[in-house]
């Protein structure tokens, strides 16, 4: 019975496993692997936060300080490591802010814990105790709301701007008085009569390289980075006929052969192939269609056919940017080339090309009825200022300790003497003081307008102490051999979008 049989654990799971367990080899691995993914990203935080240099499986270099970013393209593989990344998503899902802080207060509640088990508690008694904590610590939050917040008119542009100040300054530091009131102005253009049915995604971005960041303005609509196909520049009042696929000759999945004895049959033939397109092309502008909108490309006979009849003609290879111009306009994509039905149309105020700093685009404008939609072009010369800025529009619309001891140390300042002086001035009933990094002393931020989002911070301090205390109550770590197969190639993936 003893012939070297496995028993136990390693009878129950298959070769090859990994299996480790108790407080050193489970708890403090755990708690190691999300200190060393809250370093990499906390050095990021704030206005003086570092870049980091990320090339992904694709190879794409990514530059920024956006955490959320910089963990998506890291690819954690560790267990613990990834339930804080599924936190910090979870966090910018809901609000889109304060992802790094969720990462950072999480590193902090971890190594702390570590000192309180090295000293002799137990993984459940500090559990219990982040619960607890985090519990009070929302109640206390809810007390540092600032007065008449609720009464905010939302279609005040110096007020919408004041409040988001916060939000962008901590993404790009100098620009939020250029920034704010582009963000303010094309969120109240898209804002719908109850505030509450606000959608972040009216609002949309496009950026174009050239020139500098103070030439980004607000365009009321879509804008789209393409030129019209055809000779028609611009429309007023317009049905949209909208195609997923390219407006061309279909073409058979099999191979046949037409035989042509003479050039009277060659020309009958084409003549055919081009009476059925002209079909076609005349039945969607009788529909009423002025405007054809394509996913691929558009043939050459059809083009002409689409002239002839004076039709604009738009190509969209996106999927994405032709969803977003479908929910604009109404108008439903169909998979069929033949004329739409009435209710397939869509309906566009004003379609125009448009020339912004040498760039052709074309500009969709609705009036209310038909639901708004704005773009901030943004206009820098490099692409990593323009993604960067692009971090901070979205973080403006969707707009502890720990956090000014990081924020002091990325700028060059003694933390210990500004948490002191932080906490002096909380004691001395300074609620809404903060921290001024340009002179490293206790400032009430409030008086300047840089104010932080209520939900940002509530929704991150209860993603991060959940996220921590599962990590803690994980006493054991189990994992089966990988499965078997050739290796992927090396650069293979999905496409970005």
Known sequence: MSGGMPYGLQAMLKEGHQHMSGME????????????LSMITKTSMGPNGMNKMVI?????????????????????????????????????????????????????????????????????????????????ALQILETLIIKDSDKLDIRNKQAVAQRIRGAVSSKQYGFEDL????????????????????????????????????????VKGIVIKRDTEGTVKGVTDAKVAVFAQGVDTS???????????????????SQGEEDRMEQVIKGIADSGATVVVAGSAYGEMAMHFIEKYGMMALRLPSKFDMRRFCRATG???????????PDELGFAKSL???????????????DASQGQVSTVVLRASTDNTLDDLERAVDDGVNAYKVVPRII??????????????????????????????????????????????????????????????????????????QAGGPKPRQGAGDDED
Not at 352 to 366: D, F, H, S, Y
């Open 179 to 218: 920034l704010c009131p582009l963000i303010a102005q094309a969120c109240i253009d898209v804002c719908p009569k109850n505030p509450n049915n606000f959608n972040v995604d009216n609002v949309r971005v496009i950026k174009i390289t050239g020139s500098g960041a103070y030439n980004s303005s607000v």
């Open 56 to 136: 992904n499986h694709l190879e794409k270099l990514f530059v920024t300080s956006d955490a959320s970013t910089i963990v998506n393209e890291l690819e954690i593989q560790h267990p613990a490591a990834r339930l804080i990344v599924l936190a910090a998503q979870a966090q910018e899902q809901e609000i889109g802010d304060a992802t790094n802080f969720v990462l950072a207060f999480a590193g902090e509640l971890l190594s702390n814990a570590e000192s309180l088990l090295r000293d002799g508690l137990h993984t459940s008694e500090v559990a219990d105790g982040y619960s607890k904590a985090a519990v009070k």
């Open 408 to 481: 002091a140390e990325n700028s060059g300042l003694n933390a210990t003497d500004v948490v002191s002086s932080l906490h002096a001035a909380h004691a001395n009933g300074q609620q809404t003081a903060g921290l001024d990094i340009e002179t490293g002393q206790p400032k009430d931020l409030a008086e300047d307008g840089i104010l932080d989002l209520y939900s940002a911070k509530w929704w991150a301090l209860k993603l991060a102490t959940d996220a921590v205390v599962t990590v803690l109550r994980v006493d054991q770590i189990i994992m089966s051999k």
């Open 25 to 36: 080899e489970a708890v403090f691995r755990n708690i190691e692997a999300c200190k060393q």
């Open 352 to 366: 125009a090309l448009e020339e912004i700093g040498g760039t052709n685009v074309v500009v969709l404008q609705q």
């Open 331 to 341: 108008a439903t994509a169909l998979v069929k080339l033949a004329a739409p039905q």
């Open 251 to 269: 073409s058979t999945e099999t191979k046949g052969t037409v035989l042509i004895k003479n050039a009277e049959e060659l020309q009958s033939y």
